[in-house]
């Protein structure tokens, strides 16, 4: 539930949701090292092809 009636879950100019940014930042929680870097861009250097 949303405290927030008019809160956008999807944002389709940017192509985001609210539930992916929930399971970037659940992911991020198991396996990032806190250095500040924002969460799209953590992320994306934690699946990147090397």
Do not use: Q, W, Y
């Amino acid at each position: 539930m949303c405290s927030d009636p008019t809160a956008r879950f999807i944002d389709h100019d940017r192509k985001r949701t609210m539930l992916g940014r929930a399971v970037m930042a659940v992911v991020l929680g198991c396996a990032d090292r806190g250095d500040g870097e924002n969460l799209e861009s953590a992320f994306r250097e934690l699946f990147a092809t090397r």
